[in-house]
């Protein structure tokens, strides 16, 4: 017996699905690992960006990051009430801070890098490498597409005003 056709197939439509997926799947790994008495979903990107370099500017951690700026200043909010980060003057730009990770964010180091491995290789079962590779940057494709949609939206916006 076939399976019937999903009716919702349009691409906005799977998107969305996606990252609700996602969004559990990670929330299960954060729970399984006790990540979730310091970690949210969304936390990971601005951890990753500052395991790989500690220090940065606000600035930096926005493009690294690939995130909005006013998206991150909640998140640095939510980080530092969980002891994650700390916020420093930045000598060069006194208008700018600098992020740097506390012991606390060192010390589930290991344990985030676990999660996004066993991450990392849900998302890919079933998926032949080559495909793998065609996904992410097809992938990359859209969320740039969304972005240049925001911005052009968003710059009409301010034109209205």
Known sequence: MKCAKPILQPLSF???RVYYNYVALLTQHLRETGLDEHLIPGMGGVLFVLFEEDNLSFKEVTRRAGIAASTLTGMVRRMEQAGL???EADE???RSFRLRL???AEDLRTRCY???KALEAELNAGIPAGQQQLLRRLMTQVSGNIQTRLRAMKSREKEAV
């Open 85 to 87: 980060l700390e916020r």
């Open 114 to 116: 676990a999660v996004s």
């Open 102 to 104: 506390t012991r606390r």
């Open 92 to 94: 060069e730009d006194r």
């Open 14 to 16: 799977l998107v969305g």
